[in-house]
Nanobody
Framework: QVQLVESGGGLVQAGGSLRLSCAAS????????MGWFRQAPGKEREFVGG????????LYADSVKGRFTISRDNAKNTMYLQMNSLKSEETAVYYC???WGGGVPQISSEYAYWGQGTQVTVSS
């Protein structure tokens, strides 16, 4: 079992930055690939990006490439999402998720464990 807790959300102006964290309670955190998803009101949950178990590989949605950076610290059982140049349309609840094994799935159903989400509000 893996428990995930996101933090770092809040209110930021368009063009600003936020750093989200995802803390995991798992002895074998380093064996999970991790993903970030977001869901805006009335919209489907969408893939933001993900990172392999080692941190050696990352994958991003086209909409966030060059602005968002995902990293992880396996010694601290924590993953991060650095978000820069935020846009008002990126207001959403951001979720982290864990997938056992290799690869970085982009489909939410492939992730077995989810956090409760953290709200990010970008004001225009």
């Amino acid at each position: 079992q893996v428990q995930l807790v996101e933090s770092g959300g809040g209110l930021v102006q368009a063009g600003g930055s936020l750093r989200l964290s995802c803390a995991a309670s798992a002895r074998s955190f380093g064996r999970y690939s991790m993903g970030w998803f977001r869901q805006a009101p009335g919209k489907e949950r969408e893939f933001v990006g993900g990172i392999s178990w080692s941190g050696g590989s990352t994958l991003y949605a086209d909409s966030v490439k060059g602005r968002f950076t995902i990293s992880r610290d396996n010694a601290k059982n924590t993953m991060y999402l650095q978000m820069n140049s935020l846009k008002s349309e990126e207001t959403a609840v951001y979720y982290c998720a864990a997938n056992w094994g290799g690869g970085v799935p982009q489909i939410s159903s492939e992730y077995a464990y989810w956090g409760q989400g953290t709200q990010v509000t970008v004001s225009s």
